[in-house]
């Protein structure tokens, strides 16, 4: 298990101590996969509460199904996933809603309620958890909208928006509550460079300043090793490598090497396992 | 072995999916109570599924009231019983014809509406965002739904049937000259309220609900794909319509 201990083997490294609590979250011994495709076997990580967790990995590694098993939206083959303290896969469904309603999730698309306008999205939760007066729903919903830069937007509705606003959006309707953990799943992707630091600086912002436990699925190598306090590197099903950003970058893991400087070439395949490609172009065809 | 294996098999997948389907019924039904305390998104979706709907059943029912009456004058002019026509066209509309034809006009355009707009939530993820902030879909998206195309069923029904006597009536009395006191007073011995009226109602209320169903069910379970969404969408038309002409065999064999 990469635990701090077992990490800080891993990277040869000490230099980070794994803070612990009520919102932690524990991957332990995992195995999961989609029929005979194996996404994880034995995957093993903790969660620190309290800091900003970057999930990195290639296309297809299964970050954002990590991010569906933390929240219980699927169940392990094998193994436990722990959120503070509780069997994710174990609780029943009210249980599960009470422990969702501590978490907030960024989809990677948004997932904006095309019925409802902006104003309605960011809302939406509030309605749906508490009594509150309309004018404070009101106030509540213009200080997030505030926060994303999208104040002015309120009245649109998600076909009308772009898909960098779409995201922003989603964003404030996920901490409008101010959850306690929260998850983010490729939240820079399709940002334009002044979103993308708006973002970033959101996410560090919500997280020092509220402590929220954040977890963010990436592939953006270089943004996510300024804002994270703890990186994962996972791909094969694993944990190729994990440790603070200082030491994900001096790592000498071919895997960390070959995905940190983006190269072609390395252990992490950019082909899909095929066969020769001259028999491809000059032998049968295939059917499609 | 293998041969009684694939005996059974298509059997038990049958069952399994019954009893999915008797799973979602009864999880509607028991969130009507929570949908009922919170009426607005009922009446919002009273009115979308009513409005969608009611153009189609009151055009439908008219053209329905004047092949009818036609037909019927033809055949009872034989006999020199035109005069029962107005009583014989109602007995058709309130039975049969009414609460048959809208609901699978019902299920044609706002069954469909309700699957394919259930399963383009699921292909873009909106209802597994509200599962992630511990919403219910289930109450917040299906009850209400559900409730909305039940109660709407018999309104539209009563829609179709009041355009269709309006159609036999233009025929009757406008185009082949009957006479309106007979024609009036023919439905209102002919048609009796409880037998006639009120099983027609309850007719219309069972189709609602396995309309409903059908589409609510095909559309939340539909793969999220957009070959998946049309196939969800085809799915509830076609078992809608096969359910609601099955159920009235059932329905009428015990009522009349």
Redesign the interface.
């Given at each position: 298990m990469t635990t701090p201990s077992s990490s800080r083997q891993l990277t040869g490294s000490a230099d980070f101590i794994l803070p612990s609590g009520r919102n932690t979250i524990r991957v332990q011994d995992v195995d999961f996969g989609y029929g005979s495709r194996v996404v994880f076997s034995g995957l093993d990580l903790t969660v620190p509460e309290g800091q900003i967790t970057a999930i990195l990995g290639p296309s297809g590694s299964g970050k954002s199904t990590l991010i569906e098993l933390m929240t219980g939206q699927k169940k392990a083959l094998r193994g436990q996933v722990e959120v503070g303290g509780e069997e994710v896969g174990a609780l029943s469904r009210q249980a599960l809603y009470r422990l969702r309603r501590r978490m907030g999730v960024l989809f990677q698309d948004g997932a904006l309620f095309t019925d409802l306008s902006v104003f309605e999205n960011v809302a939406f939760p509030v309605r749906e958890h508490t009594h509150l007066a309309e004018a404070l729903i009101h106030h509540l919903v213009f200080m997030k909208l505030e926060a994303v830069g999208l104040r002015g937007a309120h009245s649109l509705y998600p076909s009308e928006l772009s898909g960098g606003m779409a995201r922003r959006v989603a964003l404030a309707r996920s901490i409008v509550l101010d959850p306690l953990i929260m998850f983010y799943d490729e939240p820079l992707v399709g940002l334009d460079p002044i979103a993308m630091g708006m973002i970033l600086r959101l996410i560090v912002h919500l997280n020092r300043s509220l402590g929220i436990t954040s977890v963010i699925v990436s592939h953006d190598v270089t943004e996510m090793l300024e804002v994270a306090d703890w990186c994962y590197l996972i791909a094969e099903g694993r944990v190729q490598g994990a440790g603070s950003p200082a030491v994900i970058r001096e790592m000498e893991s071919p895997w960390v090497r070959q995905f940190v400087s983006g190269s072609a070439e390395g252990p992490v395949p950019f082909h899909y396992p095929s066969r020769e490609y001259t028999a491809d172009l000059f032998g049968k065809v295939r059917p499609a | 072995m293998r041969q009684l294996g694939s005996l059974v098999r298509p059997i038990l997948e049958f069952c399994a999916a019954l009893g999915r389907r008797l799973h979602f019924l009864v999880t509607s039904l028991t969130l009507i109570p929570s949908t009922l305390a919170r009426p607005r998104q009922f009446v919002e979706q009273l009115f979308y599924v009513g409005s969608v709907s009611v153009i189609l059943i009151a055009v439908g029912g008219l053209f329905v009231g004047l092949v009818l009456a036609l037909q019927f004058y033809t055949a009872l002019s034989r006999f020199g019983a035109t005069s029962s026509l107005g009583g014989l066209v109602a007995l058709a509309l309130l039975r049969e014809l009414g609460p048959v034809l809208t609901a699978l006009l019902f299920a044609g355009r706002a069954g469909t509406s309700l699957a394919s707009e259930l399963g383009?939530m699921r292909a873009?993820?909106?209802i597994?965002?509200m599962?992630?902030?511990?919403?219910?879909p289930m109450r917040?998206v299906v009850a209400p739904r559900f409730l909305a195309g039940i109660l709407a069923m018999p309104l539209l029904a009563a829609i179709f049937s009041a355009m269709g006597v309006l159609g036999s009536y233009l025929i009757g009395i406008k185009m082949m000259g009957l006479d309106p006191g007979v024609f009036w007073s023919s439905m209102r011995h002919e048609v009796r309220f409880h037998a006639d009226l009120v099983n027609g109602m309850v007719k219309s209320l069972i189709f609602g609900v396995a309309c409903s169903l059908i589409s609510l069910y095909e559309g939340f379970h539909a793969r999220p794909t957009a070959e998946g969404v049309g196939q969800a969408t085809t799915r509830s038309v076609v078992i809608s319509s096969m359910a609601i002409l099955a159920l009235d065999f059932l329905l009428t064999s015990f009522m009349y």
């Amino acid at each position: 298990m990469t635990t701090p201990s077992s990490s800080r083997q891993l990277t040869g490294s000490a230099d980070f101590i794994l803070p612990s609590g009520r919102n932690t979250i524990r991957v332990q011994d995992v195995d999961f996969g989609y029929g005979s495709r194996v996404v994880f076997s034995g995957l093993d990580l903790t969660v620190p509460e309290g800091q900003i967790t970057a999930i990195l990995g290639p296309s297809g590694s299964g970050k954002s199904t990590l991010i569906e098993l933390m929240t219980g939206q699927k169940k392990a083959l094998r193994g436990q996933v722990e959120v503070g303290g509780e069997e994710v896969g174990a609780l029943s469904r009210q249980a599960l809603y009470r422990l969702r309603r501590r978490m907030g999730v960024l989809f990677q698309d948004g997932a904006l309620f095309t019925d409802l306008s902006v104003f309605e999205n960011v809302a939406f939760p509030v309605r749906e958890h508490t009594h509150l007066a309309e004018a404070l729903i009101h106030h509540l919903v213009f200080m997030k909208l505030e926060a994303v830069g999208l104040r002015g937007a309120h009245s649109l509705y998600p076909s009308e928006l772009s898909g960098g606003m779409a995201r922003r959006v989603a964003l404030a309707r996920s901490i409008v509550l101010d959850p306690l953990i929260m998850f983010y799943d490729e939240p820079l992707v399709g940002l334009d460079p002044i979103a993308m630091g708006m973002i970033l600086r959101l996410i560090v912002h919500l997280n020092r300043s509220l402590g929220i436990t954040s977890v963010i699925v990436s592939h953006d190598v270089t943004e996510m090793l300024e804002v994270a306090d703890w990186c994962y590197l996972i791909a094969e099903g694993r944990v190729q490598g994990a440790g603070s950003p200082a030491v994900i970058r001096e790592m000498e893991s071919p895997w960390v090497r070959q995905f940190v400087s983006g190269s072609a070439e390395g252990p992490v395949p950019f082909h899909y396992p095929s066969r020769e490609y001259t028999a491809d172009l000059f032998g049968k065809v295939r059917p499609a | 072995m293998r041969q009684l294996g694939s005996l059974v098999r298509p059997i038990l997948e049958f069952c399994a999916a019954l009893g999915r389907r008797l799973h979602f019924l009864v999880t509607s039904l028991t969130l009507i109570p929570s949908t009922l305390a919170r009426p607005r998104q009922f009446v919002e979706q009273l009115f979308y599924v009513g409005s969608v709907s009611v153009i189609l059943i009151a055009v439908g029912g008219l053209f329905v009231g004047l092949v009818l009456a036609l037909q019927f004058y033809t055949a009872l002019s034989r006999f020199g019983a035109t005069s029962s026509l107005g009583g014989l066209v109602a007995l058709a509309l309130l039975r049969e014809l009414g609460p048959v034809l809208t609901a699978l006009l019902f299920a044609g355009r706002a069954g469909t509406s309700l699957a394919s707009e259930l399963g383009l939530m699921r292909a873009t993820r909106q209802i597994d965002a509200m599962e992630v902030m511990a919403v219910d879909p289930m109450r917040r998206v299906v009850a209400p739904r559900f409730l909305a195309g039940i109660l709407a069923m018999p309104l539209l029904a009563a829609i179709f049937s009041a355009m269709g006597v309006l159609g036999s009536y233009l025929i009757g009395i406008k185009m082949m000259g009957l006479d309106p006191g007979v024609f009036w007073s023919s439905m209102r011995h002919e048609v009796r309220f409880h037998a006639d009226l009120v099983n027609g109602m309850v007719k219309s209320l069972i189709f609602g609900v396995a309309c409903s169903l059908i589409s609510l069910y095909e559309g939340f379970h539909a793969r999220p794909t957009a070959e998946g969404v049309g196939q969800a969408t085809t799915r509830s038309v076609v078992i809608s319509s096969m359910a609601i002409l099955a159920l009235d065999f059932l329905l009428t064999s015990f009522m009349y």
